[in-house]
């Protein structure tokens, strides 16, 4: 019959053995979230996979580290219209693609007339 503390001192153990911090299984839970959160993972995606009942105890508890949504949409437009950007009189002058160069095409080679990838 193991004892009560047998998973801890098991735990406490294998940290040792590889010259972790003493991390706790509650502390690693609390680092992952946070940083899947901050690095733009969406919030019902991190709730379930802790397994909180609703999403409310999620954005309760983690709410703070996602990206507010009018900097998260600025981000998106940024990235996937950054070719079609105009360029600024202070910047050096860049040159101009091709029409056509940088569309994205789908798995059966077929061009896309939109910037972000095609659904087939």
């Not at 053995?17 to 502390?27: A, D, M, S």
């Not at 019902?44 to 996602?66: F, M, N």
């Not at 994205?104 to 972000?116: A, I, K, M």
Request: hydrophobic residues 30%; glycine residues 8%; charged residues 20%.
């Amino acid at each position: 019959m193991p004892y009560p503390d047998l998973f801890r001192r098991s735990w406490n153990r294998s940290i040792a053995r590889l010259g972790l911090p003493p991390y706790t299984p509650h502390g690693l839970r609390h680092t992952w979230a946070t940083v899947t959160l901050t690095n733009g993972v969406a919030l019902h995606e991190v709730s379930r996979w802790l397994g909180h009942r609703s999403i409310k105890v999620t954005v309760d508890q983690y709410g703070h580290l996602t990206q507010d949504g009018r900097q998260r949409c600025r981000q998106v437009v940024d990235e996937t219209y950054v070719e079609y950007m105009p360029v600024s009189p202070v910047s050096t002058p860049r040159t101009r693609a091709a029409p056509g160069a940088g569309l994205v095409t789908d798995r059966r080679g077929s061009r896309c007339s939109t910037p972000r990838p095609c659904r087939s």
